[in-house]
């Protein structure tokens, strides 16, 4: 919490951009550590709809397997790309693990906020992203 904001960027507790943070978190709860931020395409950003969509299916791809949720309930762990209504796709988010929190990296740096955070943003949800094998994020 409280990391700073640096579009680009993917170095845990130096500076994350909202993508570089949900691809660290991930990295660290599945405890994968092949996929490197090098490999990650110039175009694939979270500003734009095509850049966005990339960003996800990179990460989506390097985090099998997954399914797109398409009924609205979320679940710990989820990732959630949004964007402002009448705008294409523009940030991640992981849906925390308190009821109805989300954690994303913003201006502000890393922060967690509930979920009405969308609906106060006017943030459209474009797509929801669950990781399969979350069982063994979880501690007994």
Known sequence: MGTQYLPGQCCKGVAVDCVGFVLGVLMDLSGETGFVRAEWPQDASMHDAKGSFKAMKVIAENFKPYKIIRDGFIEPGDVIVVGPHGGGPGHGMIVGARKNTI??????????????????????????????????????
């Open 103 to 140: 954690w994303h990296a913003t201006g502000d740096g890393v922060q967690y906020t509930g979920i009405s955070h969308l609906w106060l943003t006017d943030q459209r949800i474009f797509r929801i992203y669950r990781y399969l094998r979350k069982e063994s994020w979880l501690l007994t």
